[in-house]
């Protein structure tokens, strides 16, 4: 969380006063990825605002499972253009299901130049990573493609029916993240064991391992 508050000094905004605007589309799993998702805007110095317009950041959690749900996004997105017209320093952030669609990315790209930051629920993790990107280089972030053979290194701990979750670390960022393994893990691993996993994360926001080693 160490960056996220580091990225105070970049955030556009008052200190203290800073707002986030948080959309949420679609089923259960996008409400809680929204939760996390306002766990990382608060450690930045976010509260939390009602609607756009105003906001310092805007976010979009999607959903492409509907249609319809896809093109109330584009409305919505193309109505932003009008809020980021009246606040410039505004940040458009917009993550989920849709962005990983190559076909959404690319009208992102061209017919909405102003949204700032795309990612998909994949990477829901590196949030802060990405927005540092944005904020650092200045340049438009689409980060939609999965991440084969991404590292996650932390404590393992177990949750019920066999599942196994992961607290996933990269540099100064964490998340908890559930995972599948098809290997057989050993019975003596135990609640906070030390674990890396090697494998990427699938589309029901999972990190599949395709190796667990066991340190310590």
């Not at 970049?10 to 707002?19: A, I, V």
């Not at 102003?114 to 927005?131: A, C, I, N, R």
């Not at 904020?135 to 053979?149: C, I, Y």
Request: net charge negative; aromatic share 8%.
């Amino acid at each position: 969380m160490q960056l996220c508050r580091q990225l105070r000094a970049l955030l556009p905004g008052e200190e203290g006063r800073r707002t986030a605007f948080v959309d949420t589309y679609g089923c259960q799993q996008n409400e809680a990825d929204s939760e996390r998702l306002r766990g990382y805007l608060q450690e930045m110095g976010f509260s939390f605002a009602q609607e756009a317009e105003g906001a310092d950041l805007v976010l979009l959690n999607t959903c492409a499972i509907r249609d319809h749900a896809e093109q109330r996004v584009y409305g919505n997105v193309g109505a932003l253009s009008h809020t980021k017209r009246r606040h410039q320093e505004q940040l458009i952030v917009l993550c989920g299901c849709m962005a990983r669609q190559d076909h959404v990315a690319q009208r992102l790209r061209t017919s909405f130049p102003y949204v700032d930051l795309v990612f998909g629920p994949q990477l829901l993790w590196k949030f802060p990573e990405l927005l540092w990107e944005k904020l650092s280089s200045g340049k438009r972030v689409f980060a939609t493609q999965d991440v084969p053979g991404t590292v996650a290194e932390g404590t393992l701990t177990a949750a019920g029916q066999g599942d196994r979750f992961v607290l996933a670390e990269s540099g100064d960022k964490s998340v908890v993240l559930p995972v599948t393994f098809d290997g057989a893990l050993s019975d003596e691993v135990t609640d906070g064991a030390t674990v890396v996993l090697t494998g990427a994360m699938t589309d029901d926001g999972k990190f599949a391992a395709t190796d667990v080693a066991l340190e310590g």
